[in-house]
């Protein structure tokens, strides 16, 4: 779905990662009804279910890619193995870059034939929240399927339901959630 727009070698997941691209996903959604749960269900389970970083700042997704590629340009570490030689090709190697609006992206090989150049925003960067997975998926599912103001803990659990998430459990749970559905909506 969205690799498409992403340049070729990278790879980046920005409903996982991008807080612009969520709220403009999360918006068209809302306003347009979704033609089918299974298929919306089955992209939030792109964003997986650990912790992550989502990047807060004002680059666009198309601005990160070319600071990205203009990096690895400066670098000369566009081609495969002149990456793997640069940011070492073992699951705990890594680079870690500052773009232009200060915020810090961790650069990691992933062993693809035409992306392999993984980015995502590094953990504790300028410009970046840190959330769970299922937190991030209860905001989206909040805002497309329910979309009320005032947020309730029916409302909260409804759209857990749609995701198959178990119900809010505790307090502090659904204030991580309703805080999602306020940045969401900011």
């Known amino acids: 779905m969205f690799l498409n727009e992403i340049p070729e070698p990278l790879l980046f997941n920005p409903l996982k990662h991008h807080l612009g691209f969520i709220r403009d996903f999360t918006e068209y959604h809302s306003q347009h009804s979704v033609s089918s749960k299974a298929v919306f269900l089955k992209i939030l389970r792109q964003i997986g279910s650990s912790v992550m970083d989502i990047y807060s700042g004002s680059l666009q997704c198309s601005e990160i890619y070319d600071e990205i590629i203009q990096l690895l340009k400066q670098n000369n570490t566009l ?108």
């Open 79 to 186: 081609d495969r193995e002149d990456f793997i030689r640069w940011a070492g090709g073992k699951a705990v190697d890594f680079k870690s870059v500052q773009l232009s609006d200060t915020s810090q992206w961790v650069i990691k090989f992933y062993n693809h034939e035409t992306r392999w150049v993984h980015i995502f925003p590094a953990r504790m960067s300028p410009h970046s929240l840190r959330i769970k997975a299922n937190t991030l998926k209860s905001a989206i599912l909040y805002q497309v399927f329910v979309g009320r103001d005032f947020i309730s803990e029916e409302g909260l659990n409804v759209a857990r339901a749609i995701g198959n998430l178990s119900p809010v459990k505790d307090v502090f749970e659904a204030n991580a959630i309703t805080g999602m559905i306020e940045i969401l909506r900011s």
